[in-house]
């Protein structure tokens, strides 16, 4: 494929993006309404949710599991899996290295970074093992802390690094319910409990709950002790609208494949160029990667299509507007929420207080924390209503139901998710 053709079939994905989305009602509604008054606009999410190809007969409030790509960006994918499968190795060796780093350079961009400090994965579980498992600071006499609501595999690393060298390990119950100065003294206690702590887990969002942690304020509270933090972001960014400054970490694991709506099979991996020796280069890496973020991570060959379309993803994403796809999340959780809070059987485990929610809000019913007692409960939800959703265990307290919109789902489904749980 020469140069023209080829530069064809980008831009004409690109293109389609731009032709779908420009001067459509809901683009020019975004410039002219705040956040939080646009998250009530239907008729504005409707025109958003026409850009997804979603299933006619089932409501899918199980988005936090991976995001659909908008039709736009699938668009975007095809056209560059054809072109990658076509050119093949001449592709691969002769052009992807600089458009991929096209790709970082705007990531780092958006998340404030310079592009040396992050480095693509094939998602947050491959960016947080290497983070985890590169992290060589912890010795015989020290700790590593992570709690309940991180994620199992993360937590299995953290005894694996603690294993390694003969550490302590302290595993932590989240306090439920949860509040945001509770949270604080919560943190401050268990790191002054335990001062040989030397590594802390911390998830910005859990895929448990939705709890969303003062991620900035804990990390100080860890710094200020001579702790280092690995934050998992796996579902934060791109549900909420930050840069990395604001998480007050080092060491941080993204995922481009949920919230972002990228491809699957995509993540990122961030450290802060100031604290790259205290993650070992991956036992892959050559020579020249050892003093690269990029060394600290070694996945072979990747979806280069996947890679390329993560701008054509971020485009959609900007475009909607980040703040704005914040707030109609929390719009849409705080709906469901306000229409079985009042039901005597129903917990909600994720606190009203925005600081401590974004769009993900587990639930179960009082006294039912068994793993079978909430898998049932997920397939009355599918079989009796056509809504969908998926049960998580892993919690102190007891297994629960997770809901996680998106983009393209409506009010009306939240009323709908409300009335069957009321119904049940």
């Given at each position: ?11 004409g ?163 439920e ?17 335990h ?113 390329l ?13 980040p ?43 009082k ?37 996680s ?15 069957a749980?009321?119904?049940?």
């Open positions: 494929m020469n140069t023209l053709s080829r530069r064809s079939l980008f831009m994905s690109a293109g389609f993006s731009a032709a779908a989305i420009a001067g459509s009602a809901w683009s020019n509604a975004s410039a002219s309404a705040s956040p939080e008054q646009l998250a009530r606009a239907e008729d504005h999410w409707a025109d958003i949710a026409l850009q997804y190809d979603t299933m006619a007969d089932i409501t899918n409030l199980e988005n936090g599991y991976w995001g659909m790509m908008a039709k736009p960006v699938l668009a975007h994918y095809q056209a560059r899996t054809i072109q990658v499968n076509r050119e093949n190795s001449y592709y691969a060796r002769r052009s992807f290295n600089q458009e991929s780093l096209g790709a970082r350079r705007r990531l780092a961009e958006l998340l404030g970074v310079e592009t040396g400090e992050i480095a693509f994965t094939r998602g947050a579980t491959e960016a947080l093992q290497n983070l985890i498992g590169g992290y060589h600071r912890v010795t015989a006499h020290d700790a590593v802390m992570f709690a309940d609501l991180d994620y199992g595999a993360m937590q299995a690393a953290m005894v694996s690094v603690a294993a390694r060298v003969g550490a302590d390990v302290v595993k932590l119950e989240i306090p319910p949860a509040d945001y100065d509770g949270l604080l003294a919560f943190y401050a206690k268990a790191l002054d409990d001062p040989q702590t030397k590594l802390l887990l911390l998830t910005h969002i859990s895929h448990r709950t939705g709890l969303c942690l003062p991620i900035r304020q804990i990390t100080a509270l860890a710094r200020a002790r001579g702790v280092d933090t690995i934050v998992d972001a796996a579902h934060s960014w791109g549900q909420m609208d930050f840069q990395i400054a604001d998480l007050g970490a080092d060491f941080v694991g993204f995922n481009l494949h949920k919230w972002i709506g990228a491809p699957l099979g995509v993540g990122l991996l961030y450290i802060n160029k100031a604290r790259l020796d205290a993650i070992t280069p991956n036992i892959s890496a050559e020579p020249y990667e050892k003093d690269l973020t990029s060394g600290r991570v070694h996945t072979g060959t990747t979806n280069f299509a996947a890679i379309s993560v701008t054509a993803a971020l485009d959609f994403h900007q475009h909607i507007g703040k704005h796809k914040e707030q109609r999340l929390r719009y849409l959780r705080n709906r469901w929420v306000a229409g079985v809070q009042d039901l005597p059987n129903i917990e909600i485990l994720t606190p009203n207080d925005a600081r401590l929610h974004a769009g993900i809000t587990s639930f179960r019913v006294g039912r924390t068994t793993a079978q007692a909430n898998i049932a409960l997920v397939e009355t939800l599918l079989r009796e209503h056509q809504i969908f959703t998926v049960h998580r265990t892993g919690i102190a307290s007891g297994a629960c139901v997770r809901i919109p998106s983009m393209y789902n409506l009010a009306a489904d939240m009323d709908r998710l409300a009335e749980l009321a119904h049940i």
